[in-house]
Structure formats: structure tokens, C-alpha cells
């Protein structure tokens, strides 16, 4: 088959499953907050509610469109399309199953061969901002241009830990290609995981990946109770539904990226490593990438009903007193173990010391704050001196 034919083919999966999958992740969240909140979840629609997505969806295709007479039309129409787009172009160079074990009629990469793979995304990933800033400033209302404001100055304090994170990946792999890393853990075996010898990049990624989402508990951006909607106040129908579709396609890319980073990608043990060759292998290997990125989505799903929303001021704290220090300190000790051609076991025991540090220190400044501030003066008792 042409190339060019294995490309439209293998985008059009994609874009298929992908849209596929973000409205069912609705419904999955609606129902695991349910259960943890002891409810039921939507149940009218279908069996045990499972057709309430295609209701959802045929409810906003055929919602008026309404574009408020005090906005900014163009900017206003562009913003939601290019929440979409940003997290969908990033999914290009995300290999979603074993690249060289692919059928002859479709590849599980749209773009293969991609050397700066790490790179592409971070950039492309960084452009997500604009259709929020765009989305808040063209809505022309105060709480839209605060929400707005807020994802700017979240995204850019978050985005230095997560470049942070990735730069140990990179040293210990030796390449920014996400096909090669994924490679690179399969053929060292279940040990060669860089979960094991990165734990603190991979919750210093997690966390920031998780910020730039917009998740909670980071997601002061609309904060409901301070901003009404935030940066979607003004949207509504089909516009409103491309924010909700760019939000959960950045999870599942969230989600392919620590499985492939730190997990091994498509590898386990005994059914899917590089020597295994049996029939439907491929799929077995596909399965067990997307056991993974499930595993990830359904931890994401439980972190929003779990952790409470962040003050700003906590949030900003956050990135550029914790994750951005301690993404620092990991880079050194990377570079430093690599350097002096240490065993990368040391980098465990590493990060684990840099984690109980950092933790004693945040304590020790919390205390250091709570005993200088000023005491609160006491009330006047009941027909006491005033």
C-alpha cells in the first residue's frame, strides 16, 4: 500500500478513536465520581448509561449556536477550535503500539522517525494556552479575562519542572525520540523502566502535566466558585463541547506519555518484549500499552474528586519553590551518576532522599511561617471592657 494511503489511514483511526474516547471518558468520570460519592451516575440513557455520550453529543450538535453581541467573533469562534487542534497535532509523534510490529495496512505512528519527538510536544503542548487566553480575552468579560490570565501564568510556571522532568529521560536514553525510549526500557526488561531509576521526574511530570490540563486541583483557570465558569463563561453548545473534547484528548496524551516514558510503553514481561513472536503479538502489545494509559486516565479520574482545588498563590508556590528545585536537583544527579559511569540504581535511592528533603524543608518554611505571623486580636468578652 502507498505510503501516503497508510498516513490518511492511520490519522483517520485516530482521530476516530480519539473523539471516540474522550466522550466515553466523560462517562467514566461521571461514573467513578458517582460511585466515590455514593451515587448512581447517569442511568436513563441506554444500559447502565452508556449511551448518554450520544446523547450528550446529539445535544450539542443540535443546541443553537449563540455568539454574544459583545465579543470578539472571530477570536471568539477560533479559540475552542484551536483547543482541539493543539492536543490532537501533539498526538503526531505519540507511538501507540509497537512501531515495528505494525500491520501492513496502517502504522501505530502517524509520523515515524521523529528524533526530537520530546521537543514537538512540548512545543506544540505549550500552544494549548493560547486558545484559553484567546477564549477568555475575545469573551470581553471580567471573569473570562481572569480565568484567562490565570492558565497564562499557570502554563508558563509549570511548563520550566515538566521540561525539567523529561531532561533525565533524555540523558538516559540517550535520545528525545519517543519511539526509541519506548525501545530502549522494552529491551532492558521490566528493570529497565525508568520508573524505577526516575520516580521523582515521573511525579514532577505527572504533577506538571496535570497543571497545564488544567485538572484538579489546578484548575484555577475556571474556577467556579471565584469566576463563575472562568475562560468558557460566554461558550456554550458545540464551541463549549471543543473545550470539553481539547481538555480530555490532552489527558489521554498525558496518559500515553507517562506510560511510554516511564513504563515501558507496550512492554510486560512473559506477553509483550522484544523477542516475542506469536500470533496477534502486535495486539497483545497494542492491549497492553492501552491497559497502561488506562490505568493512568482512571488515576487522573480519581485525583479530581479526591484532592481539593489549590489557592493561587498556593498553586504558583507549588512550581517555583517545589517541582522546579527538585526538577533541578534531579537533573544533577543524573548528569552527575552518568558522568562518573555510576550504576543507575543509585538514581532510586536519589530521588527518594531529594523527595524527604524537600518535604522537611516545606514543612520546617510552613512553620517558620505559621509562628511569625501576627496573632489575631481577642474579642471583648460579653459586657467586658470594649
Not at 113 to 131: K, M, P, Q, R, T
Not at 287 to 296: E, M, R
Amino acid at each position: 500500500m502507498p505510503e501516503i494511503l497508510i498516513t490518511i489511514v492511520t490519522i483517520s483511526v485516530v482521530i476516530g478513536v480519539i473523539l471516540g474516547a474522550c466522550s466515553y471518558l466523560i462517562w467514566v468520570e461521571r461514573k467513578l465520581s458517582a460511585v466515590m460519592q455514593d451515587r448512581i451516575g447517569p442511568n436513563r440513557v441506554g444500559f447502565w448509561g452508556l449511551l448518554q455520550p450520544i446523547a450528550d453529543g446529539l445535544k450539542f450538535l443540535f443546541k443553537e449556536e449563540m455568539v454574544p453581541s459583545h465579543v470578539d467573533r472571530v477570536l471568539f469562534v477560533m479559540a475552542p477550535a484551536m483547543a482541539l487542534f493543539t492536543a490532537m497535532l501533539a498526538l503526531a509523534v505519540v507511538p501507540f503500539g509497537p512501531v515495528d510490529d505494525a500491520p501492513w495496512f496502517m502504522r501505530f505512528i502517524i509520523a515515524p522517525g521523529i528524533d526530537i519527538g520530546l521537543i514537538y510536544i512540548l512545543a506544540i503542548g505549550s500552544l494549548n494556552v493560547y486558545a484559553v487566553v484567546l477564549g477568555g480575552w475575545a469573551s470581553n468579560n471580567k471573569y473570562s479575562a481572569m480565568g484567562s490570565l490565570r492558565a497564562a501564568a499557570q502554563v508558563v510556571s509549570y511548563e520550566v519542572p515538566l521540561g525539567l522532568s523529561i531532561i533525565g529521560i533524555a540523558l538516559l536514553g540517550g535520545t528525545l525520540s519517543l519511539e526509541q525510549i519506548q525501545n530502549n526500557q522494552a529491551s532492558a526488561g521490566i528493570a529497565g523502566w525508568y520508573c524505577w531509576t526516575q520516580p521523582l521526574a515521573l511525579l514532577i511530570f505527572f504533577t506538571a502535566s496535570l497543571a497545564e490540563a488544567n485538572r484538579l486541583p489546578f484548575d484555577l483557570a475556571e474556577c467556579e466558585q471565584e469566576l463563575i465558569g472562568g475562560f468558557h463563561t460566554e461558550y456554550g453548545a458545540l464551541k463549549f463541547g471543543l473545550f470539553f473534547l481539547g481538555e480530555y484528548t490532552h489527558i489521554i496524551l498525558i496518559s500515553f506519555l507517562v506510560s511510554i516514558l516511564f513504563f515501558g510503553g507496550w512492554h510486560f514481561p512473559l506477553i509483550a518484549e522484544v523477542g516475542s513472536a506469536y500470533p496477534l503479538v502486535s495486539l497483545v502489545k497494542l492491549g497492553v500499552l492501552l491497559t497502561k494509559v488506562a490505568l493512568v486516565i482512571l488515576l487522573i479520574v480519581v485525583i479530581r474528586w479526591t484532592i481539593p482545588r489549590f489557592r493561587f498563590d498556593q498553586l504558583m508556590s507549588l512550581s517555583w519553590k517545589v517541582l522546579m528545585p527538585l526538577g533541578v536537583f534531579n537533573m544533577i544527579a543524573v548528569a552527575t551518576v552518568l558522568q562518573f559511569n555510576w550504576s543507575q540504581w543509585l538514581l532510586l535511592p536519589l530521588s527518594i532522599a531529594l523527595f524527604i528533603v524537600a518535604g522537611l524543608v516545606s514543612v520546617a518554611a510552613k512553620q517558620r511561617e505559621i509562628k511569625g505571623r501576627p496573632l489575631a486580636p481577642q474579642r471583648a468578652l460579653a459586657g467586658g471592657e470594649s
